[in-house]
């Protein structure tokens, strides 16, 4: 799976927008990006995923550059809640059982 | 509550103890995960079960022994740790074979080895 550069730490008030980075420059055509973010002592938690379009859920959105070498996360609505570490994992899917490596990812901290 | 549940959620073992860490998920899910995350480490990835058998092993010592028994249950076995194995052990469970999934995580298991 292709390696991921990501910030090591961020902040951002409450109620804006937070926009996280991810460079994952030697990312292969099959692979998908995810993101996951991971709340003090808890299991991580799913956030989105994308392989070249743009994506939108309800917590966030994945921006993905056109040349798939990098990829943005976006919570519009920053919360003191959304202060966690966030990964940016690239995979291939398609095999049940294949693996998630997990990084340093960013310690996004929410300000009040 | 994610649909992974892990018991128990704290565990505390001396290094002549044997105990289990169990996981279940009743999400329809055919792949489950156990993962280890030290202090101040990423995660690490221990064992992979897809379809009830063992796919992967990460050169984890045979001091830890998972079992499987069926798609809704993994079980981590523990024998003659030693401190350093202290940490939060996570379960992940992944549904299907094929497609592209996202990973259901448990709240995970704290143990301290003394």
């Known amino acids: 799976d292709a390696k991921t550069t990501q910030p090591t730490s961020m902040d951002c008030a409450e109620g804006r927008a937070a926009n996280l980075p991810c460079n994952h420059s030697?990312?292969?055509?099959?692979?998908?990006v995810y993101w996951y973010r991971q709340i003090h002592s808890q299991g991580p938690q799913y956030i989105i995923h994308?392989?070249?379009n743009n994506e939108t859920n309800e917590m966030a959105s994945l921006i993905i550059t056109e040349d798939r070498k990098s990829s943005t996360l976006i919570l519009p609505h920053a919360t003191l809640r959304d202060t966690a570490v966030y990964y940016c994992?690239?995979?291939?899917?398609?095999?049940?059982?294949?693996?998630?490596?997990f990084g340093e990812g960013t310690q996004l901290t929410v300000n009040p | 509550e994610t649909g992974v549940t892990q018991t128990p959620r704290h565990l505390v073992m001396g290094m002549t103890n044997k105990k289990s860490l169990k996981c279940e998920q009743h999400?329809?899910?055919?792949?489950m995960y156990w993962y280890k995350q030290s202090a101040k480490k990423p995660l690490e990835l221990m064992f992979v079960?897809?379809?009830?058998?063992?796919?992967e092993n990460n050169s984890v010592p045979s001091r830890f022994s998972p079992e499987c028994p069926n798609s809704s249950h993994l079980f981590l076995h523990l024998h003659t740790l030693q401190p350093e194995d202290s940490a939060l052990y996570l379960c992940?469970?992944?549904?299907?074979?094929?497609?592209?999934?996202?990973?259901?995580f448990g709240s995970g298991t704290r143990l301290t080895v003394v």
């Open positions: 994992i690239v995979r291939v899917a398609g095999t049940s059982g294949s693996r998630l490596t």
């Open positions: 999400l329809g899910h055919n792949a």
């Open positions: 079960y897809s379809l009830e058998e063992r796919v």
């Open positions: 992940a469970s992944q549904r299907g074979a094929g497609g592209n999934y996202g990973y259901t």
């Open positions: 030697t990312i292969s055509g099959n692979e998908y």
């Open positions: 994308g392989l070249k």
